[in-house]
């Protein structure tokens, strides 16, 4: 399994802007599906956006598609996500997640066997 470690969370004021990154250790990498989800108390984790191995797919939950860029770079193990326009509905725990083996991308939390630790993001309003 590929280890994922997220980092890039913190606290931002409403309308500014924080980028995750996801750094992966293991030769999977680059034949992986990677996603981030979210998390807040109470609730279940949701999808925000997925990006397929070659970067040719990507994926968007629609409350976050125009606000959120997901990115990747094979040559160094690391998937980011852009946020920018930050809303407090955005405080969450982002967790990226690798889909190993597959060559589309996927919204779907079961399809990903490893999980990073997750980060806190907090935006006030």
């Known amino acids: 399994q590929v280890q994922l470690v997220e980092s890039g969370g913190g606290l931002v004021q409403a309308g500014g802007s924080l980028k995750l990154s996801c750094a992966a250790s293991g030769r999977t990498f680059s034949t992986s599906a990677m996603g981030w989800f979210r998390q807040t108390p109470g609730k279940e984790r949701e999808f925000v956006a997925s990006i397929s191995r070659s970067g040719g797919i990507i994926y968007y939950a629609s409350s976050v598609k125009g606000r959120f860029t997901v990115s990747r770079d094979n040559a160094k193990n690391v998937v980011y996500l852009e946020m920018n326009n930050l809303r407090p509905e955005d405080t969450a725990v982002y967790y990226c997640?690798?889909?190993?083996?597959?060559?589309?991308?996927?919204?779907?939390?079961?399809?990903?066997?490893?999980w990073g630790q997750g980060t806190q993001v907090t935006v006030s309003s």
């Open positions: 997640a690798a889909d190993q083996g597959t060559t589309g991308a996927s919204a779907q939390l079961s399809r990903y066997e490893s």
